[in-house]
Protein backbone atom coordinates (compact mmCIF):
# COMPACT_ATOMS: atom_id res chain seq x y z
CA UNK A 1 0.00 0.00 0.00
CA UNK A 2 0.93 3.70 -0.86
CA UNK A 3 1.53 6.21 1.49
CA UNK A 4 -1.42 8.25 -0.82
CA UNK A 5 -3.09 4.82 0.02
CA UNK A 6 -2.97 5.10 3.61
CA UNK A 7 -3.68 8.79 3.64
CA UNK A 8 -6.98 7.53 1.69
CA UNK A 9 -7.61 4.95 4.01
CA UNK A 10 -7.09 6.94 7.11
CA UNK A 11 -9.24 9.78 5.72
CA UNK A 12 -12.09 7.85 5.63
CA UNK A 13 -11.73 6.69 8.72
CA UNK A 14 -12.09 9.85 10.17
CA UNK A 15 -15.33 10.46 7.69
CA UNK A 16 -16.90 7.45 9.69
CA UNK A 17 -15.80 8.31 12.91
CA UNK A 18 -19.09 10.04 14.32
CA UNK A 19 -17.26 10.66 17.67
CA UNK A 20 -15.35 13.23 16.99
CA UNK A 21 -16.17 16.38 17.90
CA UNK A 22 -17.32 19.45 15.39
CA UNK A 23 -19.47 16.97 13.24
CA UNK A 24 -21.17 20.18 11.84
CA UNK A 25 -18.72 20.88 9.81
CA UNK A 26 -16.88 19.83 6.56
CA UNK A 27 -13.92 17.62 7.09
CA UNK A 28 -10.77 19.28 5.84
CA UNK A 29 -7.74 16.07 6.13
CA UNK A 30 -4.72 17.58 4.43
CA UNK A 31 -3.29 17.98 1.13
CA UNK A 32 0.55 18.07 -0.15
CA UNK A 33 3.53 15.65 -0.84
CA UNK A 34 3.01 12.34 0.30
CA UNK A 35 6.86 12.27 0.17
CA UNK A 36 7.36 15.78 1.86
CA UNK A 37 10.32 16.63 3.57
CA UNK A 38 8.54 19.55 5.58
CA UNK A 39 5.04 19.13 7.34
CA UNK A 40 3.14 22.51 8.04
CA UNK A 41 0.58 21.82 10.56
CA UNK A 42 -1.72 24.43 11.91
CA UNK A 43 -4.66 24.50 14.91
CA UNK A 44 -7.72 24.19 12.87
CA UNK A 45 -9.34 25.15 9.45
CA UNK A 46 -11.18 28.47 8.90
CA UNK A 47 -14.17 29.73 6.91
CA UNK A 48 -12.85 29.60 3.59
CA UNK A 49 -11.14 25.98 4.66
CA UNK A 50 -14.04 24.44 5.66
CA UNK A 51 -15.72 25.87 2.48
CA UNK A 52 -13.53 24.11 0.14
CA UNK A 53 -12.33 21.10 2.21
CA UNK A 54 -8.41 22.31 1.95
CA UNK A 55 -6.22 23.65 4.44
CA UNK A 56 -4.46 27.25 4.93
CA UNK A 57 -6.57 28.35 1.43
CA UNK A 58 -7.50 31.98 3.11
CA UNK A 59 -5.46 34.81 3.04
CA UNK A 60 -3.40 32.92 5.78
CA UNK A 61 -2.82 30.38 3.08
CA UNK A 62 -1.74 33.16 0.50
CA UNK A 63 0.76 34.08 2.81
CA UNK A 64 2.07 30.76 3.67
CA UNK A 65 2.18 29.82 0.13
CA UNK A 66 4.35 33.20 -0.28
CA UNK A 67 6.80 32.41 2.33
CA UNK A 68 7.12 28.66 0.41
CA UNK A 69 7.68 30.36 -2.61
CA UNK A 70 10.29 32.94 -1.19
CA UNK A 71 12.33 30.10 -0.80
CA UNK A 72 11.91 28.09 -3.52
CA UNK A 73 9.38 25.93 -2.65
CA UNK A 74 5.90 25.13 -4.35
CA UNK A 75 3.04 24.70 -1.80
CA UNK A 76 2.31 21.54 -3.39
CA UNK A 77 6.09 20.06 -2.52
CA UNK A 78 5.10 19.87 1.49
CA UNK A 79 2.50 18.56 3.17
CA UNK A 80 -0.52 20.55 4.97
CA UNK A 81 -2.62 19.66 7.45
CA UNK A 82 -4.19 21.00 10.85
CA UNK A 83 -4.28 19.59 14.32
CA UNK A 84 -8.11 19.57 14.55
CA UNK A 85 -9.85 18.43 11.25
CA UNK A 86 -13.25 20.57 11.55
CA UNK A 87 -13.73 24.01 11.56
CA UNK A 88 -14.42 25.54 15.29
CA UNK A 89 -17.78 27.44 15.16
CA UNK A 90 -16.93 31.03 14.74
CA UNK A 91 -13.37 30.59 14.31
CA UNK A 92 -13.06 29.84 17.97
CA UNK A 93 -9.78 28.28 19.64
CA UNK A 94 -9.98 24.50 19.88
CA UNK A 95 -11.17 23.11 23.18
CA UNK A 96 -8.63 20.77 24.67
CA UNK A 97 -11.08 17.59 24.64
CA UNK A 98 -11.14 18.75 20.56
CA UNK A 99 -7.73 18.68 20.56
CA UNK A 100 -7.31 15.19 22.11
CA UNK A 101 -10.40 13.65 19.89
CA UNK A 102 -8.15 14.04 16.51
CA UNK A 103 -4.96 13.32 18.13
CA UNK A 104 -4.55 9.64 17.05
CA UNK A 105 -5.22 10.66 13.62
CA UNK A 106 -2.80 13.50 13.24
CA UNK A 107 0.18 11.19 14.97
CA UNK A 108 -1.35 8.51 12.18
CA UNK A 109 -0.96 10.97 9.83
CA UNK A 110 2.71 12.24 10.51
CA UNK A 111 3.69 8.32 11.06
CA UNK A 112 2.59 7.87 7.22
CA UNK A 113 4.18 11.13 5.74
CA UNK A 114 7.51 10.92 7.69
CA UNK A 115 8.66 14.27 7.38
CA UNK A 116 12.11 15.02 8.28
CA UNK A 117 11.05 18.35 9.99
CA UNK A 118 7.39 19.29 11.19
CA UNK A 119 6.02 23.09 11.08
CA UNK A 120 3.63 24.16 14.09
CA UNK A 121 2.17 26.97 12.67
CA UNK A 122 0.88 29.28 15.88
CA UNK A 123 0.90 28.65 19.49
CA UNK A 124 -1.72 26.02 19.57
CA UNK A 125 -0.06 24.24 17.09
CA UNK A 126 3.05 24.80 19.27
CA UNK A 127 1.79 23.57 22.25
CA UNK A 128 0.02 20.52 20.57
CA UNK A 129 4.22 19.55 20.32
CA UNK A 130 5.88 21.55 23.35
CA UNK A 131 3.23 22.50 26.14
CA UNK A 132 5.60 24.31 27.86
CA UNK A 133 6.35 26.43 24.94
CA UNK A 134 5.86 30.07 24.37
CA UNK A 135 5.81 30.88 20.22
CA UNK A 136 7.56 34.22 20.76
CA UNK A 137 10.25 32.66 22.45
CA UNK A 138 10.46 29.64 20.65
CA UNK A 139 9.33 30.10 16.86
CA UNK A 140 12.45 29.44 14.78
CA UNK A 141 14.27 27.25 16.43
CA UNK A 142 14.49 23.54 16.33
CA UNK A 143 13.46 20.77 18.76
CA UNK A 144 13.72 17.00 18.94
CA UNK A 145 10.31 15.55 20.03
CA UNK A 146 10.06 12.05 20.70
CA UNK A 147 12.20 11.27 17.63
CA UNK A 148 10.68 14.21 15.09
CA UNK A 149 12.28 17.38 14.54
CA UNK A 150 10.08 20.58 15.45
CA UNK A 151 10.22 24.22 14.20
CA UNK A 152 7.42 26.00 15.32
CA UNK A 153 7.04 29.53 13.57
CA UNK A 154 4.35 31.96 13.83
CA UNK A 155 1.05 31.68 12.25
CA UNK A 156 0.76 33.06 9.06
CA UNK A 157 -2.82 35.13 10.67
CA UNK A 158 -0.52 36.74 13.01
CA UNK A 159 1.93 38.17 10.20
CA UNK A 160 -1.29 39.53 8.25
CA UNK A 161 -1.75 41.97 11.47
CA UNK A 162 1.98 42.52 12.95
CA UNK A 163 4.84 43.65 10.07
CA UNK A 164 7.45 42.73 12.36
CA UNK A 165 5.49 39.43 12.97
CA UNK A 166 5.81 39.11 9.47
CA UNK A 167 9.50 39.78 9.65
CA UNK A 168 10.70 37.12 12.14
CA UNK A 169 8.18 34.73 9.57
CA UNK A 170 9.81 35.28 6.90
CA UNK A 171 13.07 34.74 8.83
CA UNK A 172 12.23 31.34 9.66
CA UNK A 173 11.57 30.45 6.36
CA UNK A 174 14.45 31.20 5.21
CA UNK A 175 16.34 29.15 7.73
CA UNK A 176 14.15 25.62 6.84
CA UNK A 177 16.73 25.01 3.85
CA UNK A 178 19.53 26.03 5.74
CA UNK A 179 18.30 23.32 8.40
CA UNK A 180 17.27 20.30 6.37
CA UNK A 181 20.42 20.46 4.56
CA UNK A 182 22.15 20.31 8.03
CA UNK A 183 20.22 17.47 8.72
CA UNK A 184 21.12 15.68 5.31
CA UNK A 185 24.80 16.67 5.76
CA UNK A 186 24.40 15.25 9.52
CA UNK A 187 23.13 11.87 7.91
CA UNK A 188 25.94 11.72 5.54
CA UNK A 189 28.77 12.27 8.20
CA UNK A 190 26.90 9.62 10.74
CA UNK A 191 26.48 7.09 7.73
CA UNK A 192 30.16 7.59 6.49
CA UNK A 193 31.44 7.57 10.42
CA UNK A 194 29.13 3.70 10.02
CA UNK A 195 30.89 2.85 7.08
CA UNK A 196 34.07 3.24 8.57
CA UNK A 197 33.19 1.35 11.89
CA UNK A 198 32.03 -1.52 9.57
CA UNK A 199 35.56 -1.76 7.61
CA UNK A 200 37.31 -1.60 10.02
CA UNK A 201 35.60 -4.61 12.33
CA UNK A 202 35.71 -6.42 8.72
CA UNK A 203 39.73 -5.81 8.62
CA UNK A 204 39.67 -6.94 12.30
CA UNK A 205 38.21 -10.10 11.52
CA UNK A 206 39.94 -11.10 8.92
Known amino acids: MTKSDELRVLELEVVGDKML????ANLVFGEGDVEAKVMCIG?????????????????????LDKLLGSIGWERGSVYITNIVKRRPPENRDPLPEEIAAYK???????????????????????NYF????????????MFHVEGRHVYPVFHPAAALRS??????LEESFKRLPVELERMASSLVAHNSVHAQKSEDMQDHLF
Open 21 to 24: PLQG
Open 43 to 63: EAPGLREDQQGRPFVGRSGQL
Open 104 to 126: PYLTRQINIVNPKIIVPLGRFAM
Open 130 to 141: LPEGKISRDQGR
Open 163 to 168: TETLRQ
